[in-house]
């Protein structure tokens, strides 16, 4: 496995949990990292700021990713601010709300697929020509739950 030292990542969902550890994670292994958050401001903050401690750069940016506007934005702001990417993490993505199959309508069905899936191919489609000019790489990280019952 090669180097990360020097490479420019973007982790979306980077604000809390899985997405946060992973930037730090990167961060640690020598990346500058550019944090997407929906909705956990502070959290990614604080990423930004982990960042300054292990002498990297770090800068977290707004977007809800089931908008396409907001999703180029996020891409665009993302490779200027790293100068280019070299890794994406698609981590964005949620369980939106338990409910029994029996429950689920089109319209929530819907706003599942649109947060775990559309938002993935969306930040994708915008990061792929940053991507291939540096060789990089794309890691996806997904999934949701519906009770059979």
């Not at 401001?41 to 401690?53: C, I, L």
């Not at 940016?61 to 702001?77: H, I, M, N, P």
């Not at 309508?105 to 000019?133: G, Y």
Request: one cysteine or more.
């Amino acid at each position: 496995m090669g180097s990360l030292t020097g490479k420019r990542a973007l982790v979306t969902g980077g604000g809390q949990g899985i997405g946060k550890a992973i930037a730090e994670g990167l961060l640690r292994a020598g990346c500058d990292v550019a944090v997407h958050y929906f909705s956990d401001k502070d959290g990614a903050g604080e990423v930004a700021g982990y960042a300054q401690s292990v002498g990297r750069r770090a800068q977290s940016f707004q977007a809800d990713l089931t908008r396409e506007g907001s999703a180029v934005a996020l891409v665009k702001q993302a490779a200027e601010f790293l100068g280019g990417l070299d890794v994406l993490i698609n981590n964005s993505g949620g369980l939106i709300a338990r409910r029994q199959l029996g429950q689920v309508d089109l319209a929530f069905w819907q706003t599942v697929i649109d947060v775990n899936m559309t938002s993935m191919m969306l930040v994708t489609r915008e990061a792929a020509p940053h991507l291939a000019k540096a060789n990089g790489s794309v890691h996806q990280i997904s999934g949701f739950r519906l009770s059979p019952e």
